[in-house]
């Protein structure tokens, strides 16, 4: 896990929203001091999942056909195509254990949708047990690390006490040399005995509290806000300069294009990055983002002009925001950054989500259309169109991961995402629908492709398992190339059921009460 936090120096000026997501995530792990696997499923997996858990919460009565071959879709896809193309960028060894478990939580969840979802209905105590499932998941991945970690916490006792004994052993012997006579000593050219001085100054050289502190006296009597603007003008410069010098005209065309939207990235959203210089930190510009990126989300979100005591709320963010801008201008200083600085951290996944989101969104859009275009069916619609758009933020945020070095946590949210949004998003959807109900029970509807989604995500996941167990659980390229090759059989079967070139597994129960 040593080399997760060795993040690769960036400038601010290079940094752009997939590149910026990747420190951010890094910062908040080591804050939290948690792994990069417990990371990926549960910081990572929220983020990517938050937006399609959230819509399907809060549309309860929207078409569970629709619903059902999208959520299975796109888990199918996230698993295999993302998290084929992690192994294809990063190859790495897995955890036998960590995978087993999220793979057989995973089993058991879209086992139990199949059989309790057979008959087309859900009650609320199949629906308690689906959130159950992800709960138990949750605790038992948390449970694990605090072990690992309470384990590795005991060996660095251990490892001290065995450092404590090596210096008495090294004093004693010194001790003992200054004392005995020059000829029938200890010799001091004896490698074992140079060996253990060398141990022993080392040890108390790293643990003199008289060393002295890497600050220079200049530093501290340098005003706070020393080169200001010029540290403000250097941080929010668009252009990447190296790559405007290496690159042809296409190149600084495609610099230019892009100029406006970094800028207005630099200006909203805030850099915490641990390999970086001062970890990112831009006085004046940290401060502006104290208001520019809750505007952002307002207005992202669409409740920017919403009233509140006859006063829209971007006015209460502003009048919120400016008392705090003022604090971080008189309390930190330009050449390093605060101790509050990590608190950025929040702020700057909250609006590398937003974006992602943004971007995610006219994706769908543009896919919705596509598939008006070709008359799909609503069951094919959302397991192909549909679980595509919905999963670029997956894509994006996942492949940058694994990319800038961190497969890891990439490879982990694969599993963690989906899980989030099938159990939680389809569990808590259909107990609303079964509260609303006489009998408690929630009429479900999977489509011609529910079975199709149910059975080939079943084959996926088993086939993953089954290649990690004949390479002993390595991550190669070849096991990430036989997740997509799966996928793609998936796919392929699915179409030709759709345009009637085969029939498909699954058979349509019930009538389609809206005719479709």
Known sequence: MGHF??????????????????????AIAKTLNISEALAGVTILAFGNGSPDLFTAVANPDADTELMFSELLGSAAFVIAVIGGAVLLIQPFGFAPWAISRDLAFFIASVVWITLKAADERFSLLDSSVLIGLYLSFLVL?????????????RTHSRSKGDEILVVGTILVLMTYRSTV??????????????????????????????????????????PPNEALLTDFCDHVNPLDLDEWRQGGWAARLFCLLKAPFVLLLLLTIPIVDIGSQREGWCKLLNICHCLTLPLLIAFVNEVAFLTMLSVPLCIWIALAAVPLMIIVFYTSRTDRCP????MFTLL???????????????????????????????SMLGLS???????????????????????????????????????LGLGLTLMT???SSANLVAEVRKGVMGENCEIYLLQILTTTWLCLLFTNFQGRRSVGLSMIATYLMFLAFSFLGEFELIHPYGTDHHPDPNGG
């Open 339 to 342: 101790p509050y600085h990590k």
């Open 181 to 222: 006579s020059t000829g029938g000593g200890i010799p001091e050219l004896h490698a074992s005995y140079q060996n253990l001085r060398e141990r022993a100054e080392i040890l108390i050289r790293r643990k003199d509290p008289t060393v002295p502190s890497t600050t220079t006296p200049e530093e501290s009597v340098l």
């Open 385 to 423: 169109l549909l679980a595509w758009g919905n999963s670029v933020g997956d894509l994006f945020s996942n492949v940058a991961l694994a990319r800038q070095g961190y497969g890891k946590m990439a490879f982990a949210a694969c599993f963690g995402g989906p899980l989030l949004n099938l159990c």
């Open 348 to 378: 700057s996944f909250l609006g590398c989500i937003q974006v992602i989101y943004i971007v995610a969104q006219e994706v769908v859009s543009v896919l919705e259309t596509l598939g008006i275009v070709m008359k799909l069916s609503k």
């Open 141 to 153: 991945v948390i449970w694990e690390f605090v072990r690992a970690k309470r384990e590795v916490q």
């Open 5 to 26: 936090w060795n993040a690769r120096c960036v400038t601010p000026r290079t940094l752009t929203s997939h590149v910026r997501f990747c420190p951010t995530l890094a």
């Open 433 to 435: 629908k079964a509260f």
